[in-house]
T-cell receptor, first 110, second 114 residues
Framework: QKEVEQDPGPLSVPEGAIVSLNCTYS??????FMWYRQYSRKGPELLMY????GNKEDGRFTAQVDKSSKYISLFIRDSQPSDSATYLC??????????FGAGTRLFVKA | KAGVTQTPRYLIKTRGQQVTLSCSPI?????VSWYQQTPGQGLQFLFE???????NKGNFPGRFSGRQFSNSRSEMNVSTLELGDSALYLC?????????????FGPGTRLTVT
C-alpha cells in the first residue's frame, strides 16, 4: 500500500463547476500538507500549504485537512479552462522528505 | 525574485554513461531537494541538501548522488545510466529553517537514456 493515495483521474468538468480533489494517507506522522499544480512540461507550482486539521482558503481554492480520517481535499470554485492541469497532493512529517500522490489530471471544458 | 533554475533542460545520453544536472535555488533558500518524476512512479524523492550536507535520502541506488556548494547551488549525478533512468528530474528549493516546509520547483531536466 502506498503512503499516499490519489486517484489519477482524469477528471473532466464544465467551466464554472466546483472541483473536489482528494488524497488519503496512511502515515499518522504526516503533519504538513501541500497541493501543487503542474502544467504539461512544467515543474509543480505550490498552490496551498496547511498545517494541522481544518480549512484554509485562498481565492477560489480551499484546502481541507481531516487528520482523524487521514484525508485531505482541495476544492476549486468557479473552475476555469486555465485550471486544467495535474494536481498533486504532498505531505511530510517534518523536513523536506516530501511524499507526493500520483496526481489527478483535471480537464475544465469551456 | 528569480525562481529555481535548472540546467540543462533536455539531455540525451546513452546507457552506461554518466550525467550531471545542475540546480540554482531561490536566493536565500538553503535547502535543495531532488525528485525523479516518471509516468509510472510519479514524483519520487531522491535526496535533500542543506548547508552542503545531505540531510535526507530517498530509496534510490548509490548510482544517484548529489552535492551542494557553499552558495546553495546543487548538482545531481547519475552514473552508469540505465534505460529506466529516463525521467524528468526536478529540483526544489526551500528555506530549510524553522517549520516551513514549502518547496518551490524548477522547470526540470528531461533526461532520455537510449
Amino acid at each position: 500500500q502506498k503512503e499516499v493515495e490519489q486517484d489519477p483521474g482524469p477528471l473532466s468538468v464544465p467551466e464554472g463547476a466546483i472541483v473536489s480533489l482528494n488524497c488519503t494517507y496512511s502515515n499518522s506522522a504526516f503533519q504538513y500538507f501541500m497541493w501543487y499544480r503542474q502544467y504539461s512540461r512544467k515543474g509543480p507550482e505550490l498552490l496551498m500549504y496547511t498545517y494541522s486539521s481544518g480549512n484554509k482558503e485562498d481565492g477560489r481554492f480551499t484546502a481541507q485537512v481531516d487528520k482523524s480520517s487521514k484525508y485531505i481535499s482541495l476544492f476549486i470554485r468557479d473552475s476555469q479552462p486555465s485550471d486544467s492541469a495535474t494536481y498533486l497532493c504532498a505531505m511530510t512529517a517534518g523536513g523536506f522528505k516530501t511524499i507526493f500522490g500520483a496526481g489527478t489530471r483535471l480537464f475544465v471544458k469551456a | 525574485k528569480a525562481g529555481v533554475t535548472q540546467t540543462p533542460r533536455y539531455l540525451i545520453k546513452t546507457r552506461g554513461q554518466q550525467v550531471t544536472l545542475s540546480c540554482s535555488p531561490i536566493s536565500g533558500h538553503r535547502s535543495v531537494s531532488w525528485y525523479q518524476q516518471t509516468p509510472g512512479q510519479g514524483l519520487q524523492f531522491l535526496f535533500e541538501y542543506f548547508s552542503e550536507t545531505q540531510r535526507n535520502k530517498g530509496n534510490f541506488p548509490g548510482r544517484f548522488s548529489g552535492r551542494q556548494f557553499s552558495n546553495s547551488r546543487s548538482e545531481m549525478n547519475v552514473s552508469t545510466l540505465e534505460l529506466g533512468d529516463s525521467a524528468l528530474y526536478l529540483c526544489a528549493s526551500g528555506s530549510g529553517v524553522g517549520l516551513s516546509y514549502e518547496q518551490y520547483f524548477g522547470p526540470g531536466t528531461r533526461l532520455t537514456v537510449t
